[in-house]
T-cell receptor, first 114, second 115 residues
Framework: KNQVEQSPQSLIILEGKNCTLQ??????????LRWYKQDTGRGPVSLTI?????NTKSNGRYTATLDADTKQSSLHITASQLSDSASYIC?????????????FGTGTKLQVIP | EAQVTQNPRYLITVTGKKLTVTCSQN?????MSWYRQDPGLGLRQIYY???????DKGDVPEGYKVSRKEKRNFPLILESPSPNQTSLYFC??????????????FGEGSWLTVV
């Protein structure tokens, strides 16, 4: 069964500090991995997309890494801002014939405090 | 502006009263899907559609119906809602089915409470 596990479940950091969120997956055959940001009560918004051959992708202060051998990904947030407070969801796609099956992690809830 | 629009955003209904949550996208996407999000659980797919008149069950389809008569619209129908369908629902669309070049766009969500 395809699974995506994220850690920690929640995290509180001071504004200006860096943090790293983790994602482990058992999705096969792997197609791509995405990180989404979801503000409370809003729809998820895409941050990064990585395929098997990519091991890092940046989007401003967000940097995602992928180790396809160990099936792990991380999202690093640099110089956090109050607006970074949100849930961060790891999403992994698996190839399934002509269709790509998408599995969502349960998310890491990040709170940035002044 | 690329948009996925859901309505209603908030709804309280009673058990057994049929309701429809509408979803419309303006990006000419072929692929649309519905998810529900519950505390402690990841987004779970209810139904998806790969094109007009092509729909299929996701992971949690029981108690739901969908239709795809036009490319832009993908309504979610609860024929006889029950309290365990109280949840936050998201409609999503993408150009393809989740391949590397296909960003998944989500609507703003519909909070549904069944009493």
């Amino acid at each position: 069964k395809n699974q995506v596990e994220q850690s920690p479940q929640s995290l509180i950091i001071l504004e200006g500090k860096n943090c790293t969120l983790q994602c482990n997956y058992t999705v096969s055959p792997f197609s791509n991995l995405r990180w989404y940001k979801q503000d409370t009560g809003r729809g998820p918004v895409s941050l990064t997309i990585m395929t098997f051959s990519e091991n890092t992708k940046s989007n401003g202060r967000y940097t995602a890494t992928l180790d396809a051998d160990t099936k792990q990904s991380s999202l690093h947030i640099t110089a956090s801002q109050l607006s970074d407070s949100a849930s961060y969801i790891c999403v992994v796609s698996a190839k399934s014939g002509g269709y790509q099956k998408v599995t969502f992690g349960t998310g890491t809830k990040l709170q940035v405090i002044p | 502006e690329a948009q996925v629009t859901q309505n209603p955003r908030y709804l309280i209904t009673v058990t057994g009263k049929k309701l429809t949550v509408t979803c419309s996208q303006n990006m000419n996407h072929e692929y649309m899907s519905w998810y529900r999000q519950d505390p402690g659980l990841g987004l779970r797919q209810i139904y998806y559609s790969m094109n007009v008149e092509v729909t299929d069950k996701g992971d949690v389809p029981e108690g739901y119906k969908v239709s795809r008569k036009e490319k832009r619209n993908f309504p979610l129908i609860l024929e006889s809602p029950s309290p365990n369908q109280t949840s936050l629902y998201f409609c999503a669309s993408s150009l393809g089915t989740g391949g590397s070049g296909n960003t998944i766009y989500f609507g703003e969500g519909s909070w549904l409470t069944v009493v």
